[in-house]
């Protein structure tokens, strides 16, 4: 094995162990309490999973992007919640590490993010703008009297962990003056942050990911905003590694729904040796589903991988086609196969507190559709196809 390889390979054994050893214990309470898999984030703490994204170079682990992908896979199995924590953070490390230009504040809170184990909540969405990242209505704001401070004040939706992140990843307007789609990222620590909740968080899946309203309020230094504009950030990282990485924990949520369908049927087989299993014929067809998803979501990671080579690529028309598809088509799909798991093992897999209860599965992956609502991206691509030359 390469180096590299060697050092995925100890990354994902130890986000295996978290997976099977704590987040699959806690998981049921976590949904069950709408709470935050406090258990599983202080375990990939512990792991030094939380910065394994980050270079070397600057402390990190340095582990692929298929890695981090193959562990939202892995964490999604097991919790629904850890692993969609465990992905919006790394999309927020992929973001800094990807744009932070030469910023020496940039390259220090990495080496931070490292030795601190620091976790990073996202507020891009927005009231006045739902899901639609590539615009704001709040702006990052000169601050009287202080010639590098700056100030903003968002009103977020959906902020998830926000309450138990250390740093926020917020889009905003560049300045007052700017128009909607002139956006900066900035990246600011809870510490010098108001968080006002405007709501709770009881909703019908993704309990844990505890993901209420906040009005968010701070004043920051101005080097604290990414050097790359959001525009290019959102087109060359936000997105496509959004949706690759939802879209991973989509598939093991699924994939789980999909084992736990088997173990029903073949717990009927032993049962009555010989005798047919008439839910067989129906797992048979749940495989199908999970399979579309599975090649929908491989393909994906490769051809991101092999577009990353060339930034340029990323860039294309075709390309954002195909990773809005992906987030179209996986959302989609993975209520699919958690609803044909459940009708493998009726009223069992119904259950709540039966090992083949898959009703959490199942709410979780709802929320899948709405995590951008796919109308909006839809309607991006109902442009998008007016003129893009090749999809
Ligand atoms: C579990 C979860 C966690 C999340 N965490 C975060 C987070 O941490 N940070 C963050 O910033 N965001 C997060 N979001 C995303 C955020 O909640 C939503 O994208 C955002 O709040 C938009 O909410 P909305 O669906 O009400 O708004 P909209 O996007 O405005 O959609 C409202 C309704 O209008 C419809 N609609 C919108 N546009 C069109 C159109 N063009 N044509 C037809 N119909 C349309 C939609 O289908 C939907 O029915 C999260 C979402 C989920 C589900």
């Given at each position: 094995m390469t180096v590299a390889a060697d050092r995925d390979a100890a990354f994902l054994a130890g986000i295996g162990e978290v997976a099977d050893a704590i987040a699959a214990v806690h998981a049921d309470d976590v949904d069950r309490q709408a709470r935050f898999p406090v258990e599983a984030v202080d375990a990939l703490r512990e792991r030094q999973a939380l910065s394994a994204f980050v270079p070397e170079s600057l402390g990190?682990?340095?582990?692929s992007l298929r890695a981090i992908a193959e562990a939202c896979f892995t964490l999604g199995r097991r919790c629904g919640a850890t692993a969609m924590v465990f992905a919006m953070h790394q999309i927020q490390v992929a973001t800094i590490v990807r744009h932070l230009g030469d910023s020496d504040h940039f390259e220090d809170y990495l080496r931070r993010l490292v030795s601190e184990q620091r976790l990073i909540a996202s507020a891009t969405s927005e009231v006045g703008t739902?899901?639609?990242?590539?615009?704001?209505?709040?702006a990052l704001t000169p601050v009287d009297g202080a010639p590098d401070r700056r100030s903003f004040e968002k009103q977020g939706p959906t902020v998830s962990y926000g309450g138990h992140a250390d740093d926020l990843l917020t889009t905003l307007?560049?300045?007052?003056?700017?128009?909607?789609?002139?956006q900066v990222a900035v990246l600011h620590a809870a510490a010098e942050t108001t968080l006002e909740p405007t709501g709770t968080w009881d909703p019908l899946?993704?309990?844990?990911?505890?993901?209420p309203g906040f009005v968010v309020r701070a004043e920051v230094d101005?080097?604290?905003?990414?050097?790359?504009?959001f525009s290019t950030i959102a087109t060359e990282t936000m997105v496509p590694i959004s949706h690759l990485l939802w879209a991973h924990v989509w598939l093991g949520i699924a994939t789980d729904a999909f084992d736990r369908a088997r173990a029903f049927v073949r717990a009927a087989a032993r049962r009555a040796p010989?005798?047919?299993?008439?839910?067989a014929v129906k797992l048979s067809h749940t495989l199908t589903e999970l399979s579309l998803l599975r090649a929908t979501v491989h393909s994906a990671l490769d051809a991101f991988l092999a577009a990353d080579e060339?930034?340029?690529?990323?860039?294309?028309m075709a390309i954002a086609l195909q990773f809005n598809n992906l987030k179209l088509a996986a959302s989609e799909q993975a209520p699919r196969v958690c609803q044909s798991a459940m009708a493998v093992s009726g009223i069992v897999g119904f259950k709540?507190?039966?090992?083949?209860?898959?009703g959490r599965h199942l709410r979780d992956s709802m929320s899948a559709a709405l995590m951008v609502a796919n109308d909006r991206i839809h309607q991006t691509n109902a442009g998008l196809l007016l003129i893009a030359k090749e999809v």
């Open positions: 990190g682990a340095g582990v739902g899901g639609d990242m590539s615009k704001s209505v709040a307007r560049a300045h007052p003056d700017a128009q909607p789609g002139e899946g993704m309990r844990g990911t505890c993901s101005a080097e604290q905003a990414l050097p790359t504009p010989g005798a047919p299993v008439p839910q060339d930034p340029e690529c990323l860039s294309t709540n507190d039966t090992p083949f209860s898959v």
